[in-house]
Every structure is written in structure tokens, then in C-alpha cells.
T-cell receptor
Framework: EDQVTQSPEALRLQEGESSSLNCSYT??????LFWYRQDPGKGPEFLFT???AGEEKEKERLKATLTKKESFLHITAPKPEDSATYLC????????????FGKGTRLSVIA | DAGVIQSPRHEVTEMGQEVTLRCKPI?????LFWYRQTMMRGLELLIY????????DSGMPEDRFSAKMPNASFSTLKIQPSEPRDSAVYFC??????????????FGEGSWLTVV
């Protein structure tokens, strides 16, 4: 069974304090690993897709990396507007199979 | 460009009542997914459709839950009878087959259900 574990569950940072969120996964035949951002009262919003170990993607203060067992979402010099829940998901197998999500990391950035 | 549209946004109902949640996917998308989100279990897939046909409903928790997709622009998720443990946020999402795949999965704003 495909599994995704995210840590920590919650993270509180001071503005400008860089850190990383972890996503560990167990999946047979990884097709892609996805990061989403979810604001309170909203649906998840797509951030990145990573397909193979060693791949990196960047968007503003966020950088996602992928190894064979885990992915990291690095947040550099975060701002209060980066506060949200960050969800990791994996897609396995063939065809357009549904994503399997982790429970997320709730990030709070304090000014 | 309209995204995935869900209704109602919020619903409070009494135990035993029937609840119907509605979803309009993005025009042209051929996959539709229903997810449920709770603090304890996170986002869980309930059922998904391809070209209006249910592909996998193994995530539907009980016979009290049913989903239909009568056409490409409309889907419903029904709970009958509802129970307090069904309280959650229900998300509908749609996607279009292609490469890459994951970034074409779009979520609605969710339907917040409270069963008292």
C-alpha cells in the first residue's frame, strides 16, 4: 500500500528563519511526487511536480527536492504570507491514478 | 476561467438526514475525484470517475455513501443517512490526462459538512 508521511505536523518560524519540511514515501513505481499548498478554508493549490531522484524545482522562496525515499520542501527566508498547510502527494502505477496524500505540515511564519 | 465549482460550501444537518454535495468540474477535464479531509486522516480518496464512468470506489466508507456522474459537467456525492462521523470537508477535483499529470489536478473550494 502506498504511504506518505510528512513531518513535522506543525512548524512555527520567525520571519526570515529558513527551514525544511519532510515527506517520506513508500510506493511501488513512483510516477510523480507533488507538493500542494492549502490555505484555511480553501482547496489544495498545486506547487510542484518531481519525477525522478535528484530533481529540484523552485518557486520564489520554495525549493522542492527528491530522493528515492523522500522529498524536502525548503523554505528560504519565509514571510508571514507563506503560512499555510503544505501537502505532499504521490502518484504510482500506470494511467492517471489518483494522488495519495500525506496529512500535511501546518506552517506558521511569525513577523 | 472557472475552476472546479462545489456546492453547498457549508452544510449543517441533523443525523439521519440525506446530504447531497454537488460538483461541476472544469470544462474539458475527463477525470473527476471526490476526496474527504479530516484532521485525523488527512485527505482520503473516496471515488473517481473517468469519462463519467466510476473507476474505483474502494474508498467509499459505507453503503450510506454513493456518487454519480450523469454527464461530463456534473457529479454528486450523496450520504444517506448521515451520521456525526461524516462531518468533514469534501473536495471535488478534476484533471485532464496528459503529461505532466499532477499539475493538471485542480481542486474545488470544498463543501464543509457538519452532522449534528
Amino acid at each position: 500500500e502506498d504511504q506518505v508521511t510528512q513531518s513535522p505536523e506543525a512548524l512555527r518560524l520567525q520571519e526570515g528563519e529558513s527551514s525544511s519540511l519532510n515527506c517520506s514515501y513508500t510506493v511501488s513505481g513512483l510516477r510523480g511526487l507533488f507538493w500542494y499548498r492549502q490555505d484555511p478554508g480553501k482547496g489544495p493549490e498545486f506547487l510542484f511536480t518531481l519525477y525522478s531522484a535528484g530533481e529540484e524545482k523552485e518557486k520564489e522562496r520554495l525549493k522542492a527536492t527528491l530522493t528515492k525515499k523522500e522529498s524536502f520542501l525548503h523554505i528560504t527566508a519565509p514571510k508571514p504570507e507563506d503560512s499555510a498547510t503544505y501537502l505532499c502527494a504521490v502518484q504510482a502505477g500506470s494511467g492517471n491514478t489518483p494522488l495519495v496524500f500525506g496529512k500535511g505540515t501546518r506552517l506558521s511564519v511569525i513577523a | 476561467d472557472a475552476g472546479v465549482i462545489q456546492s453547498p460550501r457549508h452544510e449543517v444537518t441533523e443525523m439521519g438526514q440525506e446530504v447531497t454535495l454537488r460538483c461541476k468540474p472544469i470544462s474539458g477535464h475527463d477525470y473527476l475525484f471526490w476526496y474527504r479531509q479530516t484532521m485525523m486522516r488527512g485527505l482520503e480518496l473516496l471515488i473517481y470517475f473517468n469519462n463519467n464512468v466510476p473507476i474505483d470506489d474502494s474508498g467509499m466508507p459505507e453503503d450510506r455513501f454513493s456518487a454519480k456522474m450523469p454527464n461530463a459537467s456534473f457529479s454528486t456525492l450523496k450520504i444517506q443517512p448521515s451520521e456525526p462521523r461524516d462531518s468533514a470537508v469534501y473536495f471535488c477535483a478534476s484533471s485532464l490526462v496528459g503529461r505532466p499529470l499532477g499539475n493538471t489536478i485542480y481542486f474545488g473550494e470544498g463543501s464543509w459538512l457538519t452532522v449534528v
